[in-house]
C-alpha cells in the first residue's frame, strides 16, 4: 500500500535522521497556501477526531499529488532533446520528493498521534 510506513522507514524518523527533514519541512511552501486552495498542512488545528483525520488524508493526497506529478515526468523525452529532458526529470525530483519525505515523516506521527488518543478515550469508558 503506497500510504503505509514501511519498517526502513522508522515510522518516519529516517527521513530526519538521513534528511533532516524537521530541521527544513517547515521552510518549505504549502501548495494551499500558496494559490489559497485545499487544506493547510503547516500545523494541526486540532487534535479532534476529525481534525487528524482530515490532516491524515490531506498528508495523502499531497504524497499521492507529488508521486503523480513524477510519473509524467518520463514524458519530457517526447519533446525535449535527450539533455534536456535530464534536466526536466531532476527537476522533477527535486520538486517533488522533498514533499513527499515531508508527507512519509509526518504522517506516522500524526498516526500515533491519534491511536494513543483512542487508547485513551477506550481507557476512561471502561
Not at 501548495?31 to 503547516?42: D, E, M, V
Not at 535530464?86 to 514533499?99: E, G, R
Request: proline share 5%; glycine share 2%; with cysteine.
Amino acid at each position: 500500500m503506497l500510504f503505509k510506513a514501511h519498517k526502513w522507514e522508522k515510522n518516519g524518523q529516517l527521513y530526519d535522521s538521513a534528511f533532516l527533514v524537521k530541521s527544513w519541512k517547515d521552510k518549505v511552501p504549502d501548495g494551499a497556501s500558496l494559490f489559497n486552495l485545499g487544506y493547510r498542512k503547516k500545523q494541526l488545528p486540532s487534535t479532534k477526531k476529525k481534525d487528524m483525520e482530515e490532516f491524515i488524508m490531506e498528508t495523502k493526497r499531497a504524497e499521492l499529488t507529488h508521486w503523480l506529478i513524477m510519473l509524467l515526468a518520463p514524458a519530457f523525452f517526447l519533446w525535449n532533446p535527450l539533455w534536456a529532458a535530464w534536466i526536466n526529470i531532476i527537476y522533477a525530483l527535486c520538486s517533488n520528493v522533498p514533499f513527499i519525505m515531508i508527507q512519509r515523516y509526518n504522517r506516522p506521527r500524526l498516526e500515533r498521534i491519534q491511536r494513543l488518543k483512542i487508547k485513551r478515550i477506550d481507557n476512561r469508558l471502561s
